[in-house]
């Protein structure tokens, strides 16, 4: 069993977090849609992480469609006082299974309301509005309309913090033009590393950047050269991606996500991984 209790923190909304927390994507059915395998073994998963620290939980009504909210409320509510919950609107699940932009007033309202209903609060800690004009990744466009609706919300004291996801860098300082942006959560790792200079730029302004997809998009050249690195350090693949991420920038959040308890605590133990000069260099040609 792993604690992160002495981990790092970061500022996120209104308090500060420990900068590794967990991802709920996983907990519903395959492909993000319809109830778990094994709800126990879900339930389970969402305790283990509390009990070993964890103090910021990632999810959204349109897993499942509402499938991991409401597991998240039975394991967990009512909530500690130190746990963030941070959940995301912008997008809905079609019969298919496929993925929607979701972005006029009423389905973002709606979105909001139905996170509340399914998580059992009053008020969201923090809002990410899902960018959804490329659904396989940022693309420019002015997000001021739907992003005003979010705003109401929030003055509305539905929604205590605002963040963005798959944005680009214009878009973030649009955002911030028009409201305070607590957190920004976008594709990145150690081979996918587009937003280098968004990461740096979010540093120096104390906002928290929160990655997906920690070992998503690599290519079996890139796995294996991570594979090498772990190996030399007794580690995973994975803990050596996340602690890698660790390492990168003082704001980034990390949000792995699993079904597992074996791989949660797999995963939570790379906050003590120290990677060295020589695994670092390594790494760096990952990107190359």
Known sequence: MHSIERSETYALGAQRV?????????????????????????????????????????????????????????????????????????????????????????????????NLRNLGVDALDVVNLRIMFDTHGPAEGSIEEPLQVLIELHQQGLVRHIGLSNVTATQVAEARTLTEIVCVQNHYNIAHREDDALVDALAAQGIAYVPFFPLGGFSPLQSAALSQVAEELGATPRQVALAWLLQRAPNILLIPGTSSVAHLHENLAAADLELPAEALEKLERVAA
């Open 18 to 114: 420990k900068r590794i927390g967990y991802g709920a994507m996983q907990l519903a059915g395959p492909g993000v849609f319809g109830p778990p395998k094994d709800r126990d073994a879900a339930l389970a998963v969402l305790r283990a992480a509390i009990e070993a620290g964890v103090d910021h939980i990632d999810t959204s009504d349109f897993y499942g469609p509402h499938v991991t909210n409401q597991l998240i409320r039975e394991a967990l509510h009512p909530y500690p006082e130190n746990l963030t919950l941070v959940t995301k609107i912008g997008a809905r699940r079609g019969e298919d299974a496929s993925w929607q932009p979701a972005f006029s007033r009423e389905a973002l309202t709606q979105a909001v309301h139905d």
